[in-house]
RNA sequence: GGCGACCUGGCGAAGUGGGAACGCAUCGGUCUGCAAAACCGACAUGAGUGGGUUCGACUCCCACGGUCGCCUCCA
């Protein structure tokens, strides 16, 4: 059985195959940097990192690359309300982006590059494509000929037909045609060389000219979020392939957006929660598990109820992790066959819900089906160790192709500062000397605290409130 | 106006032409000095509405209603 995933540009789903190298080329549309990104930003950065996460576990090998766009109008309108050079405004930019994803612990992609890196790759497309006629120089601008692309509406289903027929104004030969390089203006204060007369790229050349110097053309997958499909991935498919004639990416696979009860976040629009924020509220794996409980091809509500959701569910699993380190001191050594069989059937159903179009939702419902047979095997009974670390070790496995093995990890929250033990320990005597008034005023300051007492069987533990 | 998506229990959310996952919440139980937490169990005779195809549809087709996205910057 091999991964299908959904492409765009047939609507169906489609084979992953790796490349001739035997490397599965994924590339993302990454953030404009003129500002920190938002949480519905966070949302392609943790499909694409986990998609090849999984890939990887799966024994393949990935390639992923995510690009910085760090030229654009937008920095530089925001440079210039902040006075401040835009090179330095998309250099802070670029570092707050790599600080904040890096928030999410999911590694960094194989390789990001920027678009003033790659200036010499994008001159050289567009010099292709001019010497092709499939694009004119007029006045220190550049464009593309669209209608001499005649698959152009292939990924978004458009009709040539069907655009509408604005005024073209003075300089391109007709209302579709875009910009591959435009000519410097008053009030830009960073711009580059061409052949053209000094300027910039245009918005989506610089995907064109990165995907191909990072991956070559025809690789496995092209992403990002479904609101780039049409212009921008559709030019994307029009620059690489009108230069090469050959595939540019074979499946296009696009997230969904989060929705807030106004509508998408969008920065447009001003209702945005940063990363940062959300991350530092909620912690990596919550914000993680909240986006792998819906699938990518999903528009997913944004809100402090979703998010206490996902907080909840992540704590079950905590808890079953928890379980398990517990019976390793307590084993007993009579196997549960139910718990190995809830092993076996979790992680086949978790593959083929990964397999089936990243079907994280399903995967997920596979490990919360394991982790109440883990519960329901502990409250049995004690197995022997071996198969308590084997069910942790595979339950882990799964977690962490979905990059949430950290709800296994004893958090910095989990170590209980002396004083609080100590008071603890104070209300074990006070309860043993049956004065509950004096254990009950313990007990709230350990709360006041920010810890949460558990009085279980074996004794009181002691967790970070979450 | 053009293109497209979606409408599943209180909420969120999957899969599937023939038993409607999973999470949250709720309720019942176990545990506890009492709680809390934790765990266990229960929880949609039905999938926007109306037709059609089929032995049989939530799942396919059509219509209607509703929600939303793209068509300009957007993940």
Redesign the pocket.
Known sequence: MSLRLHSTLT?HDEPLVAGDDGVVGIYA????VYSR??I??A??FVVFSVLKRYLERRGMRARLVINV?DV???IYDAARAEGIPSTRLAERCTRQYIDDTNLLGLGRPDAEPLVTGCMDDIVALIGNLVDRDLAYAVGGDVYFRVRAFPAYGCL????LD???DDDPGERKEDSLD?ALWKGLKDGEDAWWDSPWGPGRPG?HIECSAMAERELGMGFAVHG?????????HENEIAQSEGAHGAPFARIWM??????LAE???????GNIALLVDVVGRWGPDTVIAYFM???Y?????FSD??L???E??C??IR??VR?LDRAVGSAGDEADPALTAAMIDARTRFVD?MD??F?T??A??A???L??AI??A??RGSPPRGQVLEVRLGLVGLLDMLGLAGLAVPGAGDEVPEDIRDLVRR?EEA?GARD??G??AL?AEITARGF??????DGPEV?AAT
């Open positions: 609507g549309c990454g953030p404009t990104i938002h519905g930003n949302r392609p766009t654009n109008d937008k978004s289903g458009r009709h069907d655009m509408p875009f918005w990002g979020g479904i609101d780039l499909a049409f212009p921008h696009h997230n969904e957006m989060l929705e509508g998408k976040m969008s920065k447009s629009i409980q819906s699938h091809r999903s528009r997913l509500p109820d979703r206490g959701e996902a909840a569910a704590r079950r808890n079953a379980g819900c089936d179009d079907g939702p399903g997920m419902a490990v919360f089906d982790v109440r519960n329901q502990l409250e209300r309860r509950f008034a254990a009950d007990r949460e007492l558990r009085d279980g069987a967790v």
